[in-house]
């Protein structure tokens, strides 16, 4: 990998939601990922995961793969990613052209105490995407490096993953932690769901 720049999780989910224009759905992993969507502005279409790692892949995967018309982009980090590598082979196998993959890599587990990841030194997790057999797995140089790549339509091309090397400031809002709210508002978002089963 040549050196890319070191940039920060906010200023590009913010850029990145701005480019959402026919409903996309977003799901973003634990802690930074979902907080800095949160901050962002809340849109129906989002999924906020909570409690465990490593889930923002497989869960965007299912839902490309139930909506195939919707653009669908995991947001994860770099720890939670490292924590559920077997995900990137089966995206690889089913290829979902409207799966767009976006690795915010700190080097860290930042919100348990910025613990050293192996990205931090042995490992490349765009090299091990591709590896996968996501042949679309590209490091991001810089903001309008981010920008351009993702001038596209989110419901074909893909699957897109993108790793991107960040600085290690935190979150900037705190999702509210109310599992049932989150998923019964991606679900009324996604126009899925029983008939009177989303009353949040
Ligand atoms: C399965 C599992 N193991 C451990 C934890 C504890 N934990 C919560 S967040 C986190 C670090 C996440 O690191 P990363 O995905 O790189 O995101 P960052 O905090 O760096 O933004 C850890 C270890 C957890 N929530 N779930």
């Known amino acids: 990998m040549s050196d890319p720049k070191r940039m920060n999780r906010a200023e590009l989910t913010k850029l990145l939601v ?13 802690g930074n990922s979902n ?6 502005g809340h849109r129906p279409q989002n999924f906020y995961m909570l409690g465990s790692m490593g889930l923002a892949c497989p869960i965007a995967l299912g839902v490309a793969m139930a909506q195939p018309e919707r653009g669908v982009v995991a947001l994860e980090g770099d720890g939670s990613l490292l924590m559920s590598l077997g995900c990137l082979s089966t995206i690889a196998s089913v290829a979902p052209r409207n799966l767009t993959i976006v690795v915010w890599d700190n080097g860290v587990y930042q919100i348990t105490g910025k613990q050293k990841t192996a990205t931090a030194s042995v490992s490349d997790i765009v090299a091990v995407a591709r590896g996968a057999g996501i042949a679309q797995s590209h490091w991001v140089a810089d903001e309008a490096d981010f920008d351009r790549r993702l001038d ?7 699957p897109l993953l993108l790793g991107v090397k960040i600085d290690d400031r935190p979150g900037t809002a705190q999702t509210p932690r109310d599992p049932s709210l989150i998923r019964n508002r991606f679900m009324k978002g996604l126009g899925t769901g029983r008939a009177g089963a ?3």
């Open 18 to 30: 701005a480019k959402l224009t026919r409903e996309e759905a977003v799901i973003a992993g634990i």
């Open 35 to 40: 907080f800095d969507l949160y901050a962002a």
């Open 152 to 158: 596209r339509r989110f419901d074909a091309g893909g």
């Open 198 to 200: 989303l009353d949040a």
